[in-house]
């Protein structure tokens, strides 16, 4: 499509963004409220919040705690759904309590760990991680039982070692699976992240919505809004979608 | 034949299924030497692919045994009936993934002889079918088998490419000579290629008769292999009279 047009994918992006923002400003200006603060004083705001430091620290807290609960849900999650594709019987057995954790509201999961294991990190983490796990471990599964057999059977006939089969029969096979649980994974946990920090943490976005929530200060929160979503985004343009091209280049 | 490399024998495979089992071979005693071809021919679906898959130890569930010289299984080259490369790697790299060792000279030699070096940097998925058959023959070869088993490795090519293929497949083999066992259907091709046919009968497989290939028309191109073919064909043999030629 784009190609036909002529555009570039990225300039087609760009201008799109240029052109929410000016609607934004627009928006912002006829309104004249506290409520609808114009895109040039968030962008204002973020400035003013970067050159204080506080946005960049209590951000940085925030995506290290991201960090922390992908990378762990991803891994946990991931062994746990290869697994389950594999071995029938601990399909039988997880099946349930997968789909139970899968439909349990993150709110239920969040209040019980803080309640039983107290307000400190590790609990704060491992209650986004036991969020996240269940969709990962079921999309890997998927993956996992759409395993080629032949391809298999063709490692095990030319007698390849272990660690090879799996890195270059099994993993490539798994990548768009991989990728998908990655990119629903960020999108979800960051959420939960949030919502984590509202409810026992004292630092981090979340925590700082919070905080501006109780001073009805919306460009405060949009200022932090936007500032993680760019990030967010960035991460998408510059990692998850270079990777996915790579790992899919063979495709014709 | 002096010198014997395997011994195969097949009592009884089962093909078990919800339904029940059912009988696919019966009685089944093979003998290769080692730089002997042998061409299994019969009619789809008569329990040749099980046979060989028994022979490279992918199926463990009959009731016989494999006696092999030298105790332990040899080194085995596979030619399934799909290439089965790997999509994502390179034609080059699925080469040598497989090697034992890490030495590609090997795998870059058969990569000449069997006339893909200029794709050896393509994609499987950017090879026609007859080239990435190709592929999988230079890959059971590159890791120097002891017994190479091929499974209907020219079916539905067409006409040509099987035959640049069997040519290929010839000039490889006589590079470097190995046991092997060929599957087909088409008894032409196998007059072609083996030292021996082995015709499997139906329901449930054995051997139902055995065809030593005289040395002047193995491996002497296709006219004379057809002519051959033509005449077991005329006999008391009832194979379907597909022709590849």
């Known amino acids: ?252 | 034949m002096a010198e014997v490399m395997l011994r195969a024998l097949v009592r009884r495979k089962l093909y078990r299924h919800p339904a029940g089992a059912r009988v696919v071979l019966e009685g089944i005693d093979l003998v290769l030497g080692p730089k002997e071809i042998v061409a299994l021919v019969g009619p789809s679906g008569c329990g040749k692919t099980t046979l060989l898959r028994i022979i490279a130890g992918l199926d463990r569930d009959f009731e016989g045994e494999l006696a092999w010289r030298g105790g332990a299984p040899p080194r085995i080259g596979v030619v399934f009936q799909e290439p089965r490369l790997l999509p994502w790697r390179t034609v080059r790299r699925n080469l040598t993934l497989v090697l034992p060792t890490d030495e590609a000279g090997e795998a870059d030699r058969l990569l000449h002889a069997l006339g893909l070096w200029h794709v050896r940097e393509m994609f499987p998925t950017e090879l026609s079918l007859g080239m990435a058959r190709r592929v999988a023959i230079a890959r059971a070869f590159s890791i120097a088998p002891a017994l190479l088993l091929l499974d209907e490795p020219f079916v539905s090519l067409d006409a040509a490419s099987a035959e640049t293929s069997r040519a290929l497949l010839l000039t490889a083999w006589r590079q470097r000579p190995t046991a092997a066992i060929l599957v087909t259907h088409d008894l032409t091709e196998a007059a072609m290629l083996a030292d021996r046919i082995l015709v499997l009968s139906t329901g449930p497989a054995r051997i139902g008769r055995e065809i030593n290939v005289p040395k002047e028309i193995r491996r002497a191109g296709a006219a004379r292999a057809e002519a051959f073919a033509a005449n077991l064909r005329g006999g008391e043999l009832l194979l379907p009279s597909r022709s590849s030629i």
């Open chain 1, 1 to 252: 499509m784009t190609r036909r047009i002529g555009w570039r994918p990225s300039a087609a992006r760009i201008l799109s963004v240029v052109a929410f923002l000016l609607l934004w400003e627009l928006a912002g200006w006829i309104a004249q409220s506290r409520l609808l603060p114009p895109a040039s004083a968030v962008l204002v705001a973020i400035a003013r919040d970067c050159a204080s430091g506080v946005l960049p620290y209590n951000l940085a807290i925030t995506l290290a705690r991201v960090a922390v609960a992908f990378v762990v849900s991803m891994l946990l999650g991931s062994a746990l759904g290869l697994a389950m594709g594999v071995w029938r019987g601990l399909d039988l057995a997880l099946d349930s309590w997968v789909t139970v954790l899968l439909n349990m509201p993150a709110l239920v999961v969040i209040v019980l760990m803080y309640v039983w294991f107290g307000m400190n990190e590790a609990t704060a983490v491992g209650a986004v991680v036991l969020n996240k796990l269940p969709s990962t471990a079921v999309t890997i599964r998927e993956g996992a039982r759409a395993l080629d057999r032949g391809l298999l059977e063709m490692a095990r006939s030319f007698r390849m070692r272990r660690w090879p089969t799996i890195r270059h029969v099994v993993l490539p096979q798994l990548y768009p699976y991989l990728f998908a649980a990655s990119r629903s994974g960020l999108a979800i946990i960051w959420k939960i992240v949030l919502v984590v920090e509202l409810l026992g943490r004292s630092n981090g976005v979340g925590f700082r919505i919070q905080l501006y929530f109780q001073m009805f200060d919306v460009t405060e929160i949009l200022a932090y809004t936007v500032a993680f979503l760019a990030v967010v985004q960035g991460l998408e343009w510059v990692a998850l979608q270079p990777l996915e091209r790579r790992a899919s280049r063979w495709r014709r």
